[in-house]
């Protein structure tokens, strides 16, 4: 999906882990990158980059900035929190519950957690399936709103149920890219 957001949206900055593959796909990734002129940083945990006057991103994940292999790349995905105004956001890319626990321990650990309690938005992690989005996790940040990015008729057939029930438990506010096509935020 990202070779066709490369294609289809204009892409000023992508924020990468430094995670090795071997992905054909990744390769053509990169060459989109490269031909568009499109900036590339890696994510480095705890850097926070100003867009404009109004906007902070603030990498929470992954942990390593050195290129590791990881045995499910879906653990190292990078997210990102996004502070706007008096607005929370946080995007949890493909990262599933190990690598969510290990978020939260490192927040824990840095004395952080409040960075992202009570949410306005959460972006659901890895399409919404049943291995990411724990309980503890929705019970830290309280998110208003969920966004569950999939496509229809996925063979995976994403989003799980399971992860659809935890956040229709909590009165979660649901937007599925399914159901709706593109999600465009607008504070």
């Known amino acids: 999906a990202l070779v066709e957001i490369l294609e289809i949206y204009e892409v000023g900055l992508v924020i990468e882990s430094a995670t090795a593959t071997k992905n054909k796909n990744y390769a053509l990734f990169k060459n989109i990158i ?23 991103l603030e990498i929470m994940h992954p942990f390593f900035s050195q290129n590791l292999e990881y045995e499910n790349l879906n653990n190292a995905s990078v997210v990102v929190a996004v ?60 998110p208003k709103a969920a966004i569950i990015s999939c496509g229809s008729d996925n063979k995976f057939h994403h989003p799980h149920t399971q992860t659809l029930e935890k956040l229709q438990e909590r009165k979660i506010e649901i937007l599925r890219t399914d159901e709706i096509g593109d999600i465009e935020l607008k504070y």
Do not use: C, P, W
């Open 34 to 56: 490269k031909e568009k002129g499109v900036g590339l940083v890696q994510a480095v945990r705890g850097e926070k980059i100003s867009v404009g006057h109004l906007v902070e």
């Open 83 to 142: 502070f706007f105004k008096n607005k929370k956001l946080l995007f949890m890319g493909d990262l599933e519950e190990q690598g969510e626990q290990a978020l939260l321990n490192y927040l824990k650990q840095k004395n952080s957690l409040g960075r992202i309690e009570q949410l306005d938005l959460i972006k659901i992690g890895h399409h919404g399936s049943r291995t990411a989005t724990g309980q503890k996790l929705l019970e830290l940040t309280k």
